[in-house]
T-cell receptor, first 112, second 115 residues
Framework: DADVTQTPRNRITKTGKRIMLECSQT?????MYWYRQDPGLGLRLIYY???????NKGEISDGYSVSRQAQAKFSLSLESAIPNQTALYFC???????????FGPGTRLLVL | KNQVEQSPQSLIILEGKNCTLQ??????????LRWYKQDTGRGPVSLTI?????NTKSNGRYTATLDADTKQSSLHITASQLSDSASYIC??????????????FGGGTRLMVKP
């Protein structure tokens, strides 16, 4: 089984709709991250969390919100989706004191 | 502003050949540089991590080099295989944000290995 899972893997939605992307991990890591990837561009950080009570904005947090329901779960919400939020979204985890981030398989989101 | 530039953007090589991918960065102060491999439809997977004091690091057929003076890194792939077809992403972490929460990602080099 994959250590970092994301659901759904693909989603098509309409402008103005609320959508939630979910991430779960079995690695026992305390740190979790949400990134978006656009064609030809590097991954950009949306939000990150160091534990259940710690949520921090990243580089491009406008239009997004997150919830850390448990150490193993970190959800990303688009309250009112817009077309320029069409992208590939990745969740990642990292253990405290370790450098390597472990990425999920990604969620491909299309906003019409 | 911290930046990571990779070249070429895309590359096609024949199976069995070697290739070298380039990464230039302007991240300061520098903490470490990572290379990730991203297969189509998958998340990035770490290949190597190098700190300021490391000039080279290998992971099988992958060898990364780092020149912290010129702020350049390269990833050399030896005896390429079809499974090497992927995007290769250079990522730099700065000292002030070495909690790993602020990384600067390059746009990646898309490598295609043909039979």
């Amino acid at each position: 089984d994959a250590d970092v899972t994301q659901t759904p893997r693909n989603r098509i939605t309409k402008t103005g709709k609320r959508i939630m992307l979910e991430c779960s991990q079995t690695k026992g890591h305390d740190r979790m991250y949400w990134y978006r990837q656009d064609p030809g561009l590097g991954l950009r950080l949306i939000y990150y969390s160091f534990d259940v009570k710690d949520i921090n904005k990243g580089e491009i947090s406008d239009g997004y919100s997150v919830s850390r329901q448990a150490q193993a779960k970190f959800s990303l919400s688009l309250e009112s989706a817009i077309p320029n939020q069409t992208a590939l979204y990745f969740c990642a985890t990292r253990a405290q004191g370790r450098e390597t981030q472990y990425f999920g398989p990604g969620t491909r989101l299309l906003v019409l | 502003k911290n930046q990571v530039e990779q070249s070429p953007q895309s590359l096609i090589i024949l199976e069995g050949k070697n290739c070298t991918l380039q990464c230039n960065y302007t991240v300061s102060p520098f903490s470490n540089l990572r290379w990730y491999k991203q297969d189509t439809g998958r998340g990035p997977v770490s290949l190597t991590i190098m700190t300021f004091s490391e000039n080279t690091k290998s992971n099988g057929r992958y060898t990364a080099t780092l020149d912290a003076d010129t702020k350049q890194s390269s990833l050399h792939i030896t005896a390429s295989q079809l499974s090497d077809s992927a995007s290769y992403i250079c990522v730099v972490s700065d000292l002030e944000n070495n909690a790993g929460n602020m990384l600067t990602f390059g746009g990646g080099t898309r490598l295609m290995v043909k039979p």
